[in-house]
Protein backbone atom coordinates (compact mmCIF):
# COMPACT_ATOMS: atom_id res chain seq x y z
CA UNK A 1 0.00 0.00 0.00
CA UNK A 2 1.09 3.65 -1.27
CA UNK A 3 0.08 6.93 -0.68
CA UNK A 4 0.74 9.65 -3.20
CA UNK A 5 -0.30 13.01 -3.43
CA UNK A 6 -2.67 14.07 -6.20
CA UNK A 7 -5.15 17.63 -6.89
CA UNK A 8 -8.82 16.46 -7.99
CA UNK A 9 -9.80 19.63 -10.21
CA UNK A 10 -13.67 21.03 -9.97
CA UNK A 11 -14.39 18.42 -12.80
CA UNK A 12 -13.56 15.71 -11.22
CA UNK A 13 -10.11 15.08 -13.00
CA UNK A 14 -7.43 13.68 -10.97
CA UNK A 15 -3.91 14.96 -11.60
CA UNK A 16 -0.96 12.68 -9.24
CA UNK A 17 1.39 14.96 -8.50
CA UNK A 18 4.19 12.58 -9.40
CA UNK A 19 4.07 9.72 -11.77
CA UNK A 20 4.01 6.25 -10.07
CA UNK A 21 4.08 2.64 -11.81
CA UNK A 22 2.23 -0.39 -11.16
CA UNK A 23 2.27 -3.94 -12.15
CA UNK A 24 -1.23 -4.17 -13.04
CA UNK A 25 -4.58 -1.98 -12.38
CA UNK A 26 -4.87 -1.40 -9.06
CA UNK A 27 -7.93 0.15 -6.78
CA UNK A 28 -7.19 3.31 -4.99
CA UNK A 29 -9.08 5.38 -2.31
CA UNK A 30 -9.40 8.98 -2.76
CA UNK A 31 -9.55 11.30 0.21
CA UNK A 32 -10.20 14.60 -0.37
CA UNK A 33 -8.72 17.23 2.16
CA UNK A 34 -10.15 20.76 2.80
CA UNK A 35 -7.00 22.69 2.19
CA UNK A 36 -6.10 23.69 -1.52
CA UNK A 37 -3.23 22.54 -2.99
CA UNK A 38 0.31 24.24 -2.91
CA UNK A 39 0.60 24.03 -6.85
CA UNK A 40 -2.86 25.42 -8.98
CA UNK A 41 -1.51 24.79 -12.39
CA UNK A 42 -2.07 21.23 -13.71
CA UNK A 43 1.08 21.51 -16.58
CA UNK A 44 2.99 22.02 -13.28
CA UNK A 45 2.00 18.47 -11.74
CA UNK A 46 2.49 16.62 -14.71
CA UNK A 47 5.79 18.29 -15.59
CA UNK A 48 7.92 15.26 -14.65
CA UNK A 49 5.93 12.83 -16.29
CA UNK A 50 5.97 14.59 -19.33
CA UNK A 51 9.56 14.89 -18.90
CA UNK A 52 10.48 11.61 -19.51
CA UNK A 53 9.19 11.96 -23.00
CA UNK A 54 10.63 15.66 -23.77
CA UNK A 55 14.21 14.72 -22.53
CA UNK A 56 14.40 11.93 -25.03
CA UNK A 57 16.87 11.58 -28.17
CA UNK A 58 13.89 10.88 -30.28
CA UNK A 59 11.71 14.30 -29.71
CA UNK A 60 15.00 16.52 -29.95
CA UNK A 61 15.47 14.98 -32.98
CA UNK A 62 11.71 15.43 -34.14
CA UNK A 63 11.83 18.84 -33.52
CA UNK A 64 15.28 19.77 -34.72
CA UNK A 65 13.92 21.71 -38.01
CA UNK A 66 12.60 24.24 -35.34
CA UNK A 67 15.88 24.91 -33.92
CA UNK A 68 17.66 28.34 -35.08
CA UNK A 69 20.80 27.19 -37.44
CA UNK A 70 23.95 26.82 -35.94
CA UNK A 71 26.63 29.27 -38.08
Do not use: C, F, Y
Not at 24 to 39: D, F, G, K, Q, W
Not at 48 to 66: G, I, K, M, Q, V
Amino acid sequence: MKTVEAVIEPNGEVHLVEPIRVQSPRRALVTILEEAPIVHDAALLSETALAEDWNRAEEDAAWAHLQPAKS
